[in-house]
């Protein structure tokens, strides 16, 4: 039985995860932005400099667990346009499926998504303490 485009297109995305999250984290903060170290805003988000402020971490990292939680829409409530656009470059970068709309999406690799949330938390620690 041959792939159906959408399934390809799935298998690719995903194998792009799992590869991010294979790469080991940077032991310190000399190693962020050093090839061969695991860097989301260069491996899982690509052509956004979200590293140079601890915000765009805090703020994605709270975006990833309200898709997580299907709270999207409440986050949007009380933080406001900002959660909507992270929503749409997770949807941009092929993270998301939105159906109709981004802003109530849900995660395309579920099973990926704890995983990823749990080293971004620990991207953003070396990063930023």
Sequence with gaps: MTEQPYQKFSRIRREKLEAALALPLPASVDDIGVEGFFDPWRHVINGIDGSYSSESDDLMIEVLEAVRDGTTFELIKSRGFIVEFMLYVLSGHDLTE????????????????????????????????
């Design 98 to 129: 939105c159906g109709t709309s981004p802003r109530g999406s849900w995660p395309d690799q579920l099973d990926l998504w704890q995983p990823l949330i749990d080293k971004w938390k620990a991207y953003r620690e070396v990063a930023w303490s």
